[in-house]
């Protein structure tokens, strides 16, 4: 069974310049996140798709950050403009969907350096 | 907010030697999961456990719950040095959302 994909793997940019990840879930698997872990700290949640539509956006600083999961398959998260603070490894997971308690499946990250 | 909280922060031993790390959250929940994440990887989920269970074990792993102490701990016995790595506790409210703590980052010494 192929893993959660992500690219791109590394990405540096300037402050107030946008950017954008990618991810593609397991097959089959209704529910997406995408977290961002700081260095030194745990993930963080942004934000959890099930399907195509948003369940949790709370923590999702919605002025610079959005995200979308056209088709409840694979998804973009989108930083505009970037700041300094947003350096960090933005990880994104998918688990088969609600109802029962799921373990999460992660991808590899994008660490995403901000100058 | 991150709810879980690990201890310690960093931990070093022998190869062959055990090693326990400790999870402490502040509110009731359905289930409380390990993940651990090696240098410039995603997680990898090692054991789940549920609010109605109080120990669990997976090949070298053994968790225990005690939901009274809201407080987990996870032991690796007869360490190896591909068990260097950090290693998080994540709680689960019953929203299927996880809360992450920041980690105990493990070092096997050959």
């Known amino acids: 069974e192929a893993g959660v994909a992500q690219s791109p793997r590394y990405k540096i940019i300037e402050k107030r310049q946008s950017v954008a990840f990618w991810c593609n879930p397991i097959?089959?698997?209704?529910?997406l996140y995408w977290y961002q872990q700081i260095l030194g700290q745990g993930p963080k949640l942004l934000i959890q798709f099930q399907n195509n539509g948003v369940v949790d956006d709370s923590q999702l600083p919605k002025d610079r950050f959005s995200a979308e999961r056209l088709k409840g398959v694979d998804s973009t998260l989108k930083i505009q403009p970037a700041k300094l603070e947003d350096s960090a490894v933005y990880l994104c997971?998918?688990?088969?969907?609600?109802?029962?308690?799921?373990?999460?499946?992660f991808g590899p990250g994008t660490r995403l350096t901000v100058t | 907010s991150q709810q879980g909280e690990e201890d310690p922060q960093a931990l070093s031993i022998q190869e062959g030697e055990n090693a326990t790390m400790n999870c402490s959250y502040k509110t009731s929940i359905n289930n409380l999961q390990w993940y651990r994440q090696n240098s410039g990887r995603g997680l990898v989920h090692l054991i789940l456990?549920?609010?109605?269970?109080r120990e669990k074990h997976s090949g070298r792993l053994r968790v225990t719950l005690d939901t009274s102490k809201k407080s987990s701990s996870l032991l690796i016995t007869a360490s190896r040095a591909a068990d260097t790595a950090s290693y998080f506790c994540a709680t689960d409210r019953n929203d299927y959302k996880l809360s992450f703590g920041a980690g105990t980052t493990v070092t096997v010494r050959a």
């Open positions: 097959s089959g698997h209704a529910t």
């Open positions: 456990i549920r609010s109605n269970e």
């Open positions: 997971a998918s688990s088969p969907g609600t109802g029962v308690p799921y373990e999460q499946y």
